[in-house]
Nanobody
């Protein structure tokens, strides 16, 4: 019943910007943390950025200073503002919600993934 819907991926030139959005829907009581992971070709999925319900953030070293994660708790939505994009940022980006409390208990959920491609 809980679903994460992403938007905002696309193709951009190096140095450009994109903003990803992810909204969780369903019979949700609360969400502990929301964030973004990415998986580049031939690599394992890695954490990009995450934010707790209280606003505490965590970033991968590779994106610090360039990406900003934010959250609207009232809308159960997380955003990822990506600036100064580099070709190495090219990956499928996945929204993640950790510790969703719903009528079914506590669980983690993933979005469908959205492609971000940064050209040289």
């Amino acid at each position: 019943q809980v679903q994460l819907v992403e938007s905002g991926g696309g193709l951009v030139q190096a140095g450009g910007s994109l903003r990803l959005s992810c909204a969780a829907s369903g019979s949700i009581f609360s969400i502990n943390a929301m964030g973004w992971y990415r998986q580049a070709p031939g690599k394992q999925r890695e954490l990009v950025a995450a934010i707790t319900s209280g606003g505490t953030t965590n970033y991968a070293d590779s994106v610090k200073g360039r990406f900003t994660v934010s959250r609207d708790n009232a809308k159960n939505t997380v955003y990822l503002q990506m600036n100064s994009l580099k070709p190495e940022d090219t990956a499928v980006y996945y929204c993640n919600a950790e510790g969703i409390i719903s009528t079914r208990g506590r669980s983690d959920y993933w979005g469908q993934g959205t492609q971000v491609t940064v050209s040289s």
